[in-house]
């Protein structure tokens, strides 16, 4: 189990979902860039197969 | 190898079964508690730490598929903040009754009875609904500064929206309702969700379209814009007592942001009504699989909890992979079509 050092239980907790957050945030925008990069190709693939 | 504490086997399958939750999610707005809590008791993990860290991962999943339907326009909130307001009361009530039954000592079955009935009768309703209805292409997914086609709301939603009580709230898609509507339709919904202890998207985003007459888009939208905040304060006081499990959620995430996306996306390619039919099966799937579950815990069948959790993923496959494959079968439709015309 990956812990977080306890200062306190809200610390804990806020620094938790502010690494969920933040991983999702970064996600987001990273398959955002791989979309606008490779979709188009993908859609092109598909109508021709 | 371990990476983030786990074996790379079964990081791998989180990140799997996270693209796989998170094509439904993205495409329904619910689906993700439901599936990834019952996932991580069979496999062993307490139940605080199955029920925290999947709230953990339905806060993420939800911020993703929020984000990407708001860039489609498809996200009301001024609707999703008064549903808020309205589910949170009506929460809390849900949870003063739970309570009540718990010292009666009916809670258990009550709440199990209740569940399959509400999950399967929505199920019926949705698909008969879905089948029942022209297949004529459904609503104009393209909502922005549109309005909804009179055909395609609902009655029970055309007889709420004639109650004019003020103040009347202009929602996107053309559509005004009373507050006190959107209000009562939003606590009736957050009763359920207290009671039931769920998220609540399988009701929330029905009773969006069906009650209040938002299109489906919209309705899933806003019902996961609703979810982040839902979700990130479930997550957030589970976390404090050590219940979310980072070595769970980071890999789910990674899977579940490329599925929402993909989900997402499949809504605006995708026939309403296809978009109907599947979520009506899938909560008919899961009604039968808490229905086995139930059976199994009454009668002390151990293997009913896996036959469950078999149901669960099975019928969650199932119609994401139709999602997929109805996204791309009406790709290569509409590429043959445009072809023909232009010879």
Redesign the interface.
Known sequence: ??AIGSVS??V???T??G???A???V??FV??AA?SAFSERV?NQ??K? | MEI??ISAALLVLFIGFGLLIGILFGFFGMGGSFLVTPALLVMGYPSRVAVGSGL??V???S??AT??HRDLGQVDYKLGVLMIAGTTAGIEVGKVIVLHLESLGLAGSIISITYVFLLGGIGLFVTYEALKGDDDGGIDHDVEGESADADDIPDIAKKIQSYRVPPMIDLRGGVSVSLWMILAVAFATGLLSGFLGVGGGFIRMPALFYLIGVPVPIAVGTDLFEIVFSG?IG???Y????G????I??PL??GS??GA?LGS?ATSIVDEEEIKVYFGLMLLGGSIAVAVREAGNIYGIEIFDTISLILILGSALLVSGAVVYSS?TT??TE?SSTTQTAD
């Open positions: 189990m990956v239980s809200l804990d907790a806020g938790m979902i690494i969920v957050l991983e999702a945030i996600l987001y398959y955002g979309e859609i598909l109508k197969s | 983030l504490g953990a991962f806060f993420g999943t911020v993703i984000l990407k990130g997550s957030f006081l976390a404090m007592d050590g979310v499990d980072l070595s959620v980071l995430l990674a942001a490329l996306r996306a791309i790709i290569r590429s």
